[in-house]
């Protein structure tokens, strides 16, 4: 596929002007980036003049960035200019200092990935995550992994909560090989990205999809009912069957950022179109007087667990 296009034909980013050659950022680690420049990759510095003024990011590279690089050497570069993105999938760094940590760019498909059990699943990472893929213009499907492990009923009700809003869901096992032929479809033809908390076998769903990857990975740490890190960095791949792929570091908490209060309610499509039709023009949905989105939860026609997982929220922002 023309890395210029995306998968419906459209222009996505023109050629910049200036030297180099363009190249795609499969690998951030420190000072270092690892940049595909027409299939072979190159080990490239980023010049100074694109690091200058305050900090607010985590770093003006991405992985998934489009670049101009230019020849230092055999297969090293240096990064002169990063072309505009298109979308992006970042989170609040948590710290005294709130900044934007970007994780990656340039992602058509963000497919959050959590686990029925072992770690058990909590629907507010699914939430967060579906509000900063909208955020940051990508489209969000639900991966529900070790399905193997899941009781009777327990995982039909929670494909229910998101494919009645309209959600693509996959239900998947790494282990017995679950929905692994369905999700090498999905990712075809688009630049797709795994998120999830540690544990939840992101990377060994990843080596199931292509077996070439071998990515390394290592078992829960059942004591505490977490994932141990297995994967330090984001790196994007392309895969056996078609398009290209990020994995991410486990993320264990997602903060929200760049989303203002009154905002929010607007990420979860079930509200947006009760928005305006509340009693007060200020009504921020928290049991105020007349609030058609309170009592669309208790009709029923909200879930409680997306109504409970907003609120959190609003209490971050």
């Given amino acids: 596929m023309d890395p210029h296009t995306s998968p419906n034909g459209l222009r996505l980013v ?26 072979v990759p190159w080990q490239c510095l980023v010049r100074g003049r694109l690091k200058e003024g305050a900090k607010q990011t985590n770093s003006p590279v991405i992985v998934g960035d489009w670049v101009l690089v230019e020849s ?18 970042s989170r609040g760094a948590s710290g005294r200092r709130r900044y934007e940590q970007v994780i990656a760019v340039n992602i058509d498909r963000l497919f959050v ?5 072992e770690p058990e699943v909590h629907t507010g990472f699914i939430d967060r995550s579906i509000v900063m893929a909208l955020k940051g213009g990508m489209e969000p499907v639900v991966c529900i992994n070790k399905c193997d492990l899941a009781g009777h009923g327990e995982l039909d009700q929670l494909v229910q909560i998101y494919s009645r809003l309209g959600y693509a869901v996959h239900r998947t ?5 679950q929905g692994i032929p369905e999700l090498r ?15 939840v076998g992101k990377s060994s769903l990843i080596n199931r999809i292509d077996q070439r990857l071998r990515l390394r990975t290592q078992p829960l740490m059942t004591q505490h009912d977490r994932g141990r890190h297995t994967t330090a960095v984001a790196q994007l791949y392309q895969v056996e069957s078609g398009g290209y792929l990020i994995d991410t570091p486990g993320i264990k908490e997602l903060q929200l950022h760049g989303i ?13 179109p009760l928005l305006g039709c509340c009693r007060f023009r200020d009504c921020m949905h928290r049991q105020e007087p007349g609030c058609a989105i309170d009592a669309a939860v208790a009709a029923g026609r909200i879930s409680s667990a997306r109504y409970a997982s907003y609120i959190r929220m609003l209490d971050d922002l």
């Fill in 113 to 117: 990935v959590v686990a029925i059990h």
């Fill in 173 to 177: 096992s790494a282990l017995t090989g």
């Fill in 185 to 199: 479809v999905a990712l075809q033809e688009r630049a797709s990205a795994f998120v999830g908390q540690s544990g």
């Fill in 260 to 272: 203002e209060l009154q905002e929010l309610a607007s990420y979860f499509v079930e509200m947006a």
């Fill in 72 to 89: 230092t050497g055999p297969q090293t570069g240096v990064i002169t200019q990063i072309m505009p993105r298109r979308t992006l999938f």
């Fill in 14 to 39: 023109n050629k910049p002007a200036g030297s180099g050659t363009r190249g795609r950022v499969l690998r951030v680690s420190g000072r270092h980036q690892v940049v595909d420049v027409e299939g």
